[in-house]
């Protein structure tokens, strides 16, 4: 059971729009920033966002983040059959002091 | 270009150890701490700890302590996992990656394509 909560799955169509979100406390995202990576299957994760919501090079401006309070979100706009990819969230937890992942959302594009 | 590169597969015996690499090249070596995280089959990530690579102090996250030992050669800019007395449940994908950021926000950038450390009988 990861401390960050993401939606195990979700699925959209081709051009449209998704959020997944990632869920987390006072300890966590509200008092540190937010990363997410992409996973294809079999390969290694890739950043997709860090410091909440910058993107480094190279990735499309299609994947925005913002965070708010507890919680961050991961929109990915005009979607494309190769954003099928499980998206993890993640953050330092500064009770813990680790850095914390979220339980992966899988998202297929249909 | 920015690349963390590891080590092959390994099949391990229960009670054996295992070391896998992680060897950095196109930027320097000791600027940035490495992080080990361990992905189960069919699980979410899992982040084990890093290790400052101009210092050699590991720091280790609970669970990973004890059987768990992260090292360097910085003369080859390689950071190294060694895991003692494996059990199956240290079957796994481990990975390196670069830790950025700074004092409570950090992040990972480049991350290696994983080592697969199958622990059977």
């Known amino acids: 059971q990861s401390v960050l909560t993401q939606p195990p799955s979700l699925s959209a169509a081709p051009g449209q729009k998704v959020t997944i979100s990632c869920s987390g406390s006072s300890s966590n995202i509200g008092n540190s920033y937010v990363f997410w990576c992409q996973q294809l299957p079999g390969t290694a994760p890739k950043l997709l966002i860090y410091?909440?919501?910058k993107r480094p090079s190279g990735v499309p401006d299609r994947f925005s983040g913002s965070k708010s309070g507890t919680s961050a979100t991961l929109d990915i706009t005009g979607l494309q059959t190769e954003d099928e990819a499980a998206y993890y969230c993640g953050t330092w937890d500064s009770s813990l002091g680790a850095i914390l992942f979220g339980g992966g959302t899988k998202l297929t594009v249909l | 270009q920015v690349q963390l590169v590891q080590s092959g597969s390994e099949l391990k015996k229960p009670g054996a150890s295992v070391k896998v690499s992680c060897k950095a090249s196109?930027?320097?070596?000791?600027?940035?701490?490495i992080n080990w995280v361990r992905q189960a089959p069919g699980q979410g990530h899992e982040w084990m700890g890093w290790i400052n690579t101009n210092t050699g102090n590991p720091a280790y996250a609970q669970g990973f302590t004890g059987r768990f030992v992260f090292s360097l050669d910085t003369s080859v800019s390689t950071a190294y996992l060694q895991i003692y007395s494996l059990k199956a449940e240290d079957t796994a994908m481990y990975y390196c990656?670069?830790?950025?950021?700074?004092?409570?926000?950090?992040?990972?950038?480049?991350w290696g394509k994983g080592t697969t450390v199958t622990v059977s009988s």
């Open positions: 410091d909440n919501s």
């Open positions: 196109g930027y320097s070596f000791t600027n940035y701490a």
């Open positions: 990656a670069r830790r950025r950021g700074s004092s409570g926000f950090f992040y990972m950038d480049v």
